[in-house]
């Protein structure tokens, strides 16, 4: 059974650091694309960033591009995401998410480009991040 694992969120001052992972189990991660995605209270669950496969191709939403770093240790089966200069709005669940398909690859490696959540197959639970001062 193919399971995804968040840790590392907590609540931090705006200003702060935080850093994400999310560990799979049951499977390797090297042939999955995978995304990180938040959903704030009574907000839609919003891409945050995507790393393609091969780890060469990193996206992220525009509102955290230059902040967030999106990374992956296939030796670990683990990818990451560290947060820095965190802002209240940023405050969220947050999730990771694996697909192998195609698709949802193509879509990472486009410049710019994040799948829809809907095109992801495997979620973990979510870590709730809070920016608050």
């Known amino acids: 059974q193919l399971h995804l694992v968040e840790s590392g969120g907590g609540s931090v001052q705006p200003g702060g650091s935080l850093r994400l992972s999310c560990a799979a189990s049951?499977?390797?991660?090297?042939?999955?694309?995978i995304g990180w995605f938040r959903q704030a209270p009574g907000k839609e669950r919003e891409g945050v960033s995507c790393?393609?496969?091969?780890?060469?191709?990193?996206n992220y939403k525009f509102s955290v591009k230059g902040r967030f770093t999106i990374s992956r240790d296939n030796a670990k089966n683990t990818v990451y995401l560290q947060m820095n200069s965190l802002k209240p709005e940023d405050t969220g669940i947050y999730y990771c998410?694996?697909?192998?398909?195609?698709?949802?690859?193509?879509?990472?490696?486009?410049?710019?480009?994040?799948?829809?959540?809907?095109?992801?197959?495997?979620w973990g639970q979510g870590t709730q991040v809070t920016v608050s001062s």
């Open positions: 998410a694996a697909d192998r398909d195609a698709h949802v690859h193509s879509m990472c490696v486009i410049p710019g480009g994040l799948p829809y959540a809907y095109e992801y197959t495997n």
């Open positions: 049951g499977f390797t991660l090297d042939d999955y694309a």
């Open positions: 790393i393609s496969v091969s780890g060469d191709s990193l």
